[in-house]
Structures are given as structure tokens and as C-alpha cells.
């Protein structure tokens, strides 16, 4: 079947093994999946199904790191049309707005902080990069520190917004003419169609004691979430299935998956100093929440997750790296 808006992948996005294996299989046009996408994408914008009936949302397991990819993937000029139409960016703009409270924005400032302290130098000697910026706000706090803040995007209208607030954007191309010491990825390797190819792009910006921070959707039991079935179950709740939303979450990692991927493109675990994690940390108002706080605390220094929600990381080059054959 000519699948005109779609293209099909045949080994993992992550690894490039091919021993994989189809774990669910549902027509973008057929219940549970039709009515998620409408639920979805309605009140963003809206959903035309008739660029969906050549192709079908299949998961595939990776048998050598564990990512679970969606084997059928929009082509270049269907994502387009889903981040620029589907999504409008006026309604997308309106509704994430109405969550720029006081916590959104400390957590910026907590973990940019961090970053700076990590470095042990004066912000105005660091580069800063937010590859995958959306609306350049993440962007928009390093600066306010006096970091140097760059952004990438794909979106010509999140592109012009930024760029209206004084952020400095540049194009896939200029990557690496620049030598960053952070790379922020925040929300962005699930929804690229060659994520390890991007890390190894990206690395060619990364400053030799630099880092990147690569932070996704948790797919650790996502697997279990799929035999609940539970395509309405709300994001964040326990049964949530965004990790593996159809179109757009086209990868969906687990820890191991993503230090497969990051080993394969010369780069190695790298741990923020504890002292760092606790000076820098925000939501300490209350005892219940200091509680709280130091338990994310410990559990993140265990598991390496330091973030509230997904799977938060960061890497370093490793010493003397070279690229491993894939």
C-alpha cells in the first residue's frame, strides 16, 4: 500500500537493532484510537482523518534496549500540517499560558541554577542551548540569569515568538558552527523520528565538559498501561497512555533505553552534585511539602531521576570517545 503521508520504520530509532516485535496494532480510524485523537486534537485545533486511512498506529517492542516505537510515522509534510494546523499554534499559545504560574517558572529557575552552580562560573561565560524550545520560555529564564541562551525549534510560529522576546534561534544546520556547555532537551526525543542520529548531531555542539540533559515520558510500564487499555485515562494519572500517544510520542523510552542510545553516540551518565540539588531546590514552603521534596529528592539520587515526571537525565562526553558502529 502507498502509504503517501506516512513512513514505515524497520528497525529501532534507538539501537537501529532489528529484532523487534509488534506488541499492539489498532487503524488510526477505529475505536479506542479514533475517539483518543479527537479528544486530543480537538481542542487544540482539530484532526482530518482522511490523511489517516493508509496507515495504522503498531507499537514495536525493541528486544535489545526495550524503546517501544510507533512503527508507522507522519512524513515530513504531514508533521508539518499536525504541529502548524492539527495544533494551532493561537490555541496551543492561549491554553499554555493559563499554566505559567509561579511553580512552572521556579522549576526553570531551580534547575538553571543548578546548572550554573554545577559549572562554577559567571553566567555570562556559559552557552546555554534549548534544542526543541517550543515558546523560547525556558530560553527566556537563562537569559534572565545573564546565561548566553540559544534555541532551536522546528515551528515557524514558536520561531518568530521567541525571537519577538530577544531570543537568539538558530537553524538545524548552524548546530554545529556553536559550542554549547548545556544542551537542554526537555519533552522533545520522544517525538523525533531518528533520535540517535539527533543525539549525535547534537553532540558535535556539546563542549567537552559540557552537558545534555535529555528528559521524555516514562514508558517503564507502559506496557502494562496498554493491557488496561485505558486511552482517556488523564496525563500524569497512573494509567495514562501519553507516553505512547499516537503521531506524536513516536518513541517511547525506558532509563536503559536511553543510555543504550546515549553510549552508542559517546556519552555517559553524568550525576548534578547533591549539594547543588539541595541548595537549588524549590517547593520547601510546608513541612508536608519538605517531606515531599526530600523524598523526589532521594528517589531521583537512586533511580537518577531527578525530574518530577518523565525520565530526566544527563550526560557528558565520554573521555576519549569515538562514535560505536551501529
Same mark, same amino acid.
Given at each position: 500500500?502507498?502509504?503517501?503521508?506516512?513512513?514505515?520504520?524497520?528497525?529501532?530509532?534507538?539501537?537501529?537493532?532489528?529484532?523487534?516485535?509488534?506488541?499492539?496494532?489498532?487503524?488510526?480510524?477505529?475505536?479506542?484510537?479514533?475517539?483518543?485523537?479527537?479528544?486530543?486534537?480537538?481542542?487544540?485545533?482539530?484532526?482530518?482523518?482522511?490523511?489517516?486511512?493508509?496507515?495504522?498506529? @503498531?507499537?514495536?517492542?525493541?528486544?535489545?534496549?526495550?524503546?517501544?516505537?510507533?512503527?508507522?510515522?507522519?512524513?515530513?509534510?504531514?508533521?508539518?500540517?499536525?504541529?502548524?494546523?492539527?495544533?494551532?499554534?493561537?490555541? @496551543?499559545?492561549?491554553?499554555?499560558?493559563?499554566?505559567?504560574?509561579?511553580?512552572?517558572?521556579?522549576?526553570?529557575?531551580?534547575?538553571?541554577?543548578?546548572?550554573?552552580?554545577?559549572?562554577?562560573?559567571?553566567?555570562?561565560?556559559?552557552?546555554?542551548?534549548?534544542?526543541?524550545?517550543?515558546?523560547?520560555?525556558?530560553?527566556?529564564?537563562?537569559?534572565?540569569?545573564?546565561?548566553?541562551s540559544y534555541g532551536a525549534e522546528l515551528s515557524?510560529?514558536?520561531?518568530?515568538?521567541?525571537?519577538?522576546?530577544?531570543? /537568539?534561534?538558530?537553524?538545524?544546520?548552524?548546530?554545529?558552527?556553536?559550542?554549547?556547555?548545556?544542551?537542554?532537551?526537555? =519533552?522533545?526525543?520522544?517525538?523525533?523520528?531518528?533520535? %540517535?542520529?539527533?543525539?549525535?548531531?547534537?553532540?558535535?555542539?556539546?563542549?567537552?565538559?559540557?552537558?545534555?540533559?535529555?528528559? @521524555?515520558?516514562?514508558?517503564?510500564?507502559?506496557?502494562? /498501561?496498554?493491557?488496561?487499555?485505558?486511552?482517556?485515562?488523564?496525563?500524569?494519572?497512573?494509567?495514562?497512555?501519553n507516553p505512547v500517544s499516537p503521531l506524536e510520542h513516536i518513541n517511547c523510552f525506558k =532509563?536503559?533505553?536511553?543510555?543504550?542510545?546515549?553510549?552508542?553516540?559517546?556519552?555517559? %551518565?553524568?550525576?548534578?552534585?547533591?549539594?547543588?540539588? %539541595?541548595?537549588?531546590?524549590?517547593?520547601?514552603?510546608?513541612?508536608? =511539602? @519538605?517531606?515531599?521534596?526530600?523524598?523526589?529528592?532521594?528517589?531521583?539520587?537512586?533511580?537518577?531521576? %531527578?525530574?518530577?515526571?518523565?525520565?530526566?537525565?544527563?550526560?557528558?562526553?565520554?573521555?576519549?570517545?569515538?562514535?560505536?558502529?551501529?
Amino acid at each position: 500500500m502507498n502509504k503517501r503521508y506516512f513512513e514505515v520504520r524497520r528497525d529501532c530509532p534507538t539501537c537501529k537493532s532489528t529484532d523487534t516485535r509488534e506488541i499492539y496494532s489498532c487503524s488510526f480510524l477505529k475505536p479506542p484510537i479514533r475517539e483518543f485523537l479527537k479528544s486530543f486534537y480537538l481542542p487544540q485545533g482539530k484532526i482530518e482523518f482522511e490523511y489517516l486511512k493508509e496507515a495504522d498506529f @503498531v507499537l514495536e517492542e525493541c528486544n535489545g534496549c526495550g524503546t517501544i516505537f510507533q512503527k508507522e510515522i507522519p512524513n515530513s509534510s504531514l508533521m508539518n500540517k499536525l504541529y502548524e494546523e492539527w495544533i494551532d499554534p493561537r490555541k @496551543v499559545f492561549g491554553l499554555d499560558s493559563r499554566k505559567d504560574n509561579l511553580s512552572k517558572f521556579s522549576y526553570y529557575a531551580q534547575e538553571i541554577m543548578m546548572i550554573i552552580a554545577f559549572f562554577n562560573k559567571m553566567p555570562s561565560q556559559l552557552k546555554l542551548f534549548d534544542f526543541g524550545m517550543g515558546w523560547g520560555k525556558w530560553c527566556y529564564m537563562a537569559k534572565a540569569f545573564g546565561c548566553n541562551s540559544y534555541g532551536a525549534e522546528l515551528s515557524k510560529t514558536r520561531v518568530e515568538y521567541a525571537q519577538s522576546q530577544g531570543i /537568539r534561534v538558530i537553524t538545524w544546520d548552524e548546530i554545529p558552527d556553536y559550542s554549547f556547555d548545556f544542551i537542554n532537551t526537555e =519533552q522533545v526525543f520522544e517525538h523525533i523520528p531518528e533520535p %540517535l542520529e539527533t543525539l549525535r548531531y547534537l553532540k558535535k555542539s556539546l563542549k567537552q565538559d559540557g552537558l545534555i540533559k535529555i528528559s @521524555v515520558p516514562n514508558g517503564e510500564d507502559i506496557k502494562r /498501561r496498554l493491557k488496561i487499555g485505558n486511552w482517556m485515562s488523564p496525563k500524569g494519572s497512573k494509567n495514562s497512555l501519553n507516553p505512547v500517544s499516537p503521531l506524536e510520542h513516536i518513541n517511547c523510552f525506558k =532509563q536503559d533505553s536511553i543510555t543504550k542510545m546515549a553510549d552508542i553516540a559517546g556519552l555517559e %551518565l553524568a550525576k548534578m552534585p547533591m549539594t547543588s540539588q %539541595l541548595v537549588y531546590a524549590k517547593d520547601w514552603k510546608g513541612m508536608k =511539602q @519538605v517531606i515531599k521534596s526530600l523524598a523526589k529528592f532521594i528517589y531521583g539520587n537512586i533511580h537518577g531521576n %531527578l525530574s518530577q515526571k518523565g525520565t530526566y537525565l544527563l550526560f557528558r562526553q565520554k573521555k576519549n570517545s569515538t562514535l560505536l558502529p551501529i
